[in-house]
């Protein structure tokens, strides 16, 4: 029988991630992107237990500024005008929508296309859409999403938690 080199600490910690992510990556559990990527980004030296809950917290927050982002998305797009309200539920809906005149018929599609109510969009046409404004908002916060990003991945979870929350409550304009 053959003998076999002891590994290393840190060899067989690498080989133990790479098997693991492989495991989750064919199970469906895991994009292999991220998997090649940020396979190995938590492992060092320290405990076990203080890694993994440093890895956890940033993985949290990474998470929460992703619904973060979302629900800034929303509302801009509400500020701005570009949401639409909800189509009507039921006949009587769709009369009094009628009536009181709360839809706006988009005059560069063809209604016929796909029925009578496609180019019909159920919305108060008093709100105006500012796309020009939405654009230059999303422009505007692209590098306050990346600053918090950035202290995610570099500083403690408690600091980045703090510039999450900063970036959540700051004003929509």
Same mark, same amino acid.
């Given at each position: 029988?053959?003998?076999?080199?002891?590994?290393? &600490?840190?060899? =067989?910690?690498?080989?133990?991630?790479?098997? +693991?992510?492989?495991?989750?990556?064919?199970?469906?559990?895991?994009?292999?992107?991220?998997?090649?990527?940020?396979?190995?980004?938590?492992?060092?030296?320290?405990?076990? &237990?203080?890694?993994?809950?440093?890895?956890?917290?940033?993985?949290? =927050?990474?998470?929460? =500024?992703?619904?973060? &982002?979302?629900?800034?998305?929303?509302?801009?797009?509400?500020?701005?005008?570009?949401?639409?309200?909800?189509?009507?539920?039921?006949?009587?809906?769709?009369?009094?929508? =009628?009536? !009181?005149?709360?839809?706006?018929?988009?005059?560069?599609?063809?209604?016929?296309?796909?029925?009578?109510?496609?180019?019909?969009?159920?919305?108060?046409?008093?709100?105006?859409?500012?796309?020009?404004?939405?654009?230059?908002?999303?422009?505007?916060?692209?590098?306050?999403?990346?600053?918090?990003?950035?202290?995610?991945?570099?500083?403690?979870?408690?600091?980045?938690?703090? !510039?999450?929350?900063? +970036? &959540?409550?700051? !004003?929509?304009?």
């Amino acid at each position: 029988m053959a003998k076999t080199k002891p590994m290393a &600490e840190e060899e =067989l910690l690498t080989l133990v991630a790479r098997q +693991y992510n492989e495991a989750l990556r064919r199970s469906g559990a895991l994009d292999y992107n991220y998997a090649k990527n940020n396979s190995l980004a938590h492992l060092s030296t320290k405990g076990e &237990e203080e890694m993994d809950t440093n890895y956890d917290q940033r993985q949290h =927050l990474k998470y929460r =500024l992703r619904e973060v &982002e979302s629900d800034r998305k929303l509302k801009a797009k509400e500020t701005f005008g570009l949401v639409d309200q909800e189509s009507p539920q039921s006949f009587a809906d769709l009369q009094a929508r =009628l009536a !009181s005149g709360m839809f706006v018929v988009n005059e560069k599609e063809d209604a016929q296309k796909y029925g009578p109510f496609y180019a019909v969009r159920w919305r108060d046409p008093a709100v105006k859409e500012d796309r020009p404004g939405y654009d230059t908002w999303k422009k505007s916060e692209a590098p306050k999403r990346q600053a918090v990003s950035d202290d995610i991945a570099i500083k403690d979870p408690k600091e980045a938690l703090e !510039s999450l929350r900063a +970036y &959540e409550a700051s !004003s929509i304009q």
